[in-house]
T-cell receptor, first 112, second 114 residues
């Protein structure tokens, strides 16, 4: 059974600092890994998806890496802004069209 | 292009009442999913539909039924609501192709069962 863990559960940084968010998974036979952002009381917004054959994926200030052998993915957010304050979740399926297993999320606060 | 839409946004039920949560997507996706999100438990899959005409149980299916009405719509029914079903419910969809399976989520339905 796949288990996905995100540590820490909460993180507070001053504006401008780079954010590093961790995601660990127990079963390396993942099809891909997806990072989401969730604002309070809102739905999930997909940020990045890394295919199992990729090592990293970039979008603007966001960069996500994937190391299947160690069971880890890291989301980097450069030059954080107060608008980056949200909960970030990672999730992975074991096959195309299969169910996602979610981590518990990391709640981020970027202080002005 | 609205993406994934869900109705209603909020609902309050009494124990034993029934209701159906509606979900629709306009991205021509084959797969659709229902999740619930609870504090301390994270997001858990209730049911999913890999393609039109098929449905499968997820992690927490008890107390729920689903219908994949057509390619666009996937509904979740609570036949006899219980307080333990108080949660936020999310619908999601994805296009199943060989190398890409990004899931897109709706805004959620906040359900309270008294």
């Amino acid at each position: 059974k796949q288990e996905v863990t995100q540590i820490p559960a909460a993180l507070s940084v001053p504006e401008g600092e780079n954010l590093v968010l961790n995601c660990s998974f127990t079963d390396s036979a993942i099809y891909n890994l997806q990072w989401f952002r969730q604002d309070p009381g809102k739905g999930l917004t997909s940020l990045l998806l890394i295919q199992s054959s990729q090592r990293e994926q970039t979008s603007g200030r966001l960069n996500a890496s994937l190391d299947k052998s160690s069971g880890r993915s890291t989301l980097y957010i450069a030059a954080s802004q107060p608008g980056d304050s949200a909960t970030y979740l990672c999730a992975a399926p074991k096959a195309a069209g299969n169910k996602l297993t979610f981590g518990g999320g990391t709640r981020v606060l970027v202080k002005p | 292009n609205a993406g994934v839409t869900q109705t209603p946004k909020f609902q309050v039920l009494k124990t034993g009442q029934s209701m159906t949560l509606q979900c629709a997507q306009d991205m021509n996706h084959n797969s659709m999913y229902w999740y619930r999100q609870d504090p301390g438990m994270g997001l858990r899959l209730i049911y999913y539909s890999a393609s039109e005409g098929t449905t499968d149980k997820g992690e927490v299916p008890n107390g729920y039924n689903v219908s994949r009405l057509n390619k666009r719509e996937f509904s979740l029914r609570l036949e006899s609501a219980a307080p333990s079903q108080t949660s936020v419910y999310f619908c999601a969809s994805s296009e199943v192709v060989v190398s890409y399976n990004e899931q897109f989520f709706g805004p959620g339905t906040r359900l309270t069962v008294l």
